[in-house]
């Protein structure tokens, strides 16, 4: 039993220095095999070393929700200006030609939707994902929800178990619960069991002191964007993040459900890829949106 009256805050964490004796470009990666550096090559761009990654998986949670009615119309056109399309197994083989030339992230485990009790999720095979040519598997950890912790941390485990040996990443997905704090400290805790447990990605949520999240998971750590919020405050969500050492975003609903989602995929890009500032990504978001 852990020592519940003893338990110290980290606060050492070196913020600033890089990982030590690094050759690949990915954080925490040199060790890993060919394949699956390969994949992980396919959606961290080579020159910023960071990724947009377009997650459109809410449907199997909430169906059809807004920006989201037709995958083929709203988030189709958004695949060249993203570096992943991130959504569910159905969805990906239903509406995505096979044509695209944009990687995916598929989300790999599923059960339950917002009507019943959620996150009760079981796991998709790893050969189906290596059939459908995924970069990467997507699953969800429920960390201090007292239902789901071990079920989700057990799911997370099982697949890194049975996917890295065959080349396939997993990216781990720190859930929020209603009752659950939305700090850094909450936060570094989800995304270190996530990077204990073997996740190749971490990917959470912005938060004051995100600096200490990052520099304390040991590979590479995206945000979700969460609820949407006006453009210029999304992009200086996307901005903090990376300025804290993020190295992109796998971002749903401040893209989708912008008054034009292409022009923001854009600008996120310009944010996470070029350093532009907020300011410079309004810029290039209301030019883009003339045009
Ligand atoms: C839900 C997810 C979503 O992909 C995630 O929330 C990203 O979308 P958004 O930016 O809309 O929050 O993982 O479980």
């Not at 037709?70 to 993203?82: E, G, Q, S």
């Not at 979700?224 to 804290?244: D, M, R, S, T, V």
């Not at 459900?257 to 310009?270: L, T, Y």
Request: aromatic share 6%; charged share 20%.
């Amino acid at each position: 039993m852990a020592d519940l009256d003893d338990i110290r805050d980290g606060n050492d964490f070196g913020i600033g220095i890089p990982p030590a004796n690094q050759s690949f470009y990915i954080k925490g990666h040199d060790h890993m095999g060919w394949g699956l550096k390969n994949r992980m090559a396919n959606m961290f761009n080579k020159k910023s070393g960071n990724s947009v990654m377009l997650a459109f998986d809410h449907g199997f949670l909430m169906g059809p929700t807004s920006g989201l009615e037709r995958i083929d119309l709203n988030i189709l056109p958004l695949a060249p200006y993203v570096d992943v399309m991130m959504g569910c197994k159905g969805m990906l083989r239903s509406t995505l030609p096979p044509e695209c030339e944009t990687p995916i992230a598929v989300r790999a485990d599923a059960g339950t939707t917002i009507l019943t009790e959620m996150n009760n999720n079981v796991l998709m095979d790893v050969n189906e994902a290596l059939a459908m040519n995924a970069q990467c598997m997507a699953i969800m950890l429920a960390i201090g929800c007292p239902s789901y912790e071990a079920s989700t941390v057990r799911n997370l485990y099982t697949l890194v178990d049975k996917a890295n040996p065959l080349g396939m990443p997993v990216m781990g997905i720190t859930a929020v619960g209603k009752d659950m704090a939305r700090d850094a400290r909450y936060f570094g805790m989800a995304a270190r069991v996530a990077a204990e447990n073997g996740a190749n990605i971490v990917k959470t949520y912005y938060a004051e002191g995100f600096e200490k999240v990052v520099a304390g998971c040991p590979v590479p750590v995206v945000i979700a964007g969460g609820k949407k919020l006006p453009e210029p405050n999304a992009l200086e969500l996307c901005y903090k993040a990376i300025q804290c050492g993020a190295v992109g975003v796998d971002m749903g609903r401040n893209i989708f459900q912008s008054e034009d989602p292409a022009a923001m995929a854009q600008a996120v890009a310009g944010v996470v890829h070029d350093g532009l500032t907020p300011a410079e990504g309004m810029e290039k978001f209301n030019d883009l949106k003339r045009k």
